[in-house]
């Protein structure tokens, strides 16, 4: 049966804990002079991207080409797509080539569900809309695991557009199978309803509640989802009220933002540029995690996965 990585809220916490822990095994390899290797030779991942991304799209190629799969990118603008081929179409026919795994991101929700009734190549979900976007929460566990942080009683405050964020919603279920508290803090226009019933965090509209929180994760204002919505009076005053700066922070507090940053928004130019936020750790945690996951849901079964090692995988 193939395995797909679909929602992160298919992943128990074991599974997760083997997601991290595979992943360190590439860290380790990704330290040699020589960094690509043979693991994934003769096997073809194909790039689905219908939303615009630069380091989701970057890392899961390079991640592919790292383990010497055959990488295949297909984007929207200049697709089939433009020509209004749907996505069971575009999967289908991509399908013929018999891909071991399909990356996919797209603008729908359920998008990445749907796919995977159309081929029998493994699906991995790199966004659906405002859903899901599991390697992303992943790759925000491993970063804070690397620095030493210890996931079971942390304190994540996510502040900004919860409303549209796929990031928030996979990371909030994310940390708190591996123990930690969520707090989602933001206007009340930027709270979906039933927020604390569906994600299990607190919400609050106070921004100095981020006080209380161990991790400040710095959430995107999602402009291209808003249209016309009206989510706020305007960028300049929700800035006033809700951006991070360090002026907001106290000391110790880690800082992390899923990128791009809208700076001078969401986030203050003094502390985007800070080299203590986390955005360059976690763009570089993107690449190892991709590649465990690629090599999972490739190499499996996951009982020979969590017990692989580093020599069998730079073999």
Do not use: W
Request: glycine share 8%; aromatic share 6%; with cysteine.
């Amino acid at each position: 049966m193939t395995r797909n990585l679909i929602t992160v809220d298919d992943l128990d916490r074991d599974e997760i804990e083997r997601y991290l822990s595979l992943t360190d095994r590439f860290a380790e390899v990704m330290q040699r002079d020589l960094k690509k290797v043979p693991t994934l030779r003769g096997r073809v991942v194909v790039n689905m991207f219908f939303e615009s991304s630069t380091r989701t799209a970057t890392s899961f190629e390079l991640a592919g080409k790292r383990l010497s799969a055959d990488v295949i990118n297909v984007k929207g603008s200049g697709s089939s797509v433009d020509k209004g081929e749907t996505l069971k179409d575009t999967v289908l026919t991509l399908n013929a080539y018999r891909p071991d795994v399909l990356v996919i991101r797209h603008k729908s929700v359920g998008a990445c569900a749907a796919a995977a009734r159309y081929t029998d190549a493994a699906i991995v979900n790199a966004g659906d809309g405002t859903h899901a976007h599991p390697t992303q929460s992943l790759l925000d566990l491993y970063t804070l695991r690397r620095r030493g942080v210890s996931l079971e009683g942390l304190h994540v405050a996510y502040v900004g557009d919860v409303m549209h964020s796929r990031v928030a919603r996979s990371g909030a279920a994310a940390f708190r199978t591996m123990g930690a508290k969520v707090t989602f803090i933001a206007p009340p226009t930027l709270l979906p309803p039933g927020l604390e019933e569906g994600l299990g965090g607190r919400a609050s509209h106070d921004i100095r509640d981020i006080a209380d929180a161990d991790v400040v994760y710095v959430l995107r204002m999602q402009h291209e989802r808003m249209g016309d919505g009206g989510f706020v009076p305007s960028l300049r005053e929700y800035s006033r009220e809700y951006g991070v700066g360090h002026e907001r922070l106290r000391p110790g507090q880690l800082v992390m933002h899923p990128g791009p940053m809208n700076r001078g928004v969401e986030i203050t130019d003094a502390l985007a540029d800070d080299p203590e936020v986390l955005v360059t750790a976690q763009v570089e945690s993107g690449m190892l995690v991709r590649m465990a996951v690629l090599y999972d849901l490739i190499a499996g079964p996951a009982e020979h996965v969590r017990n692989v090692p580093v020599e069998e995988v730079a073999a």
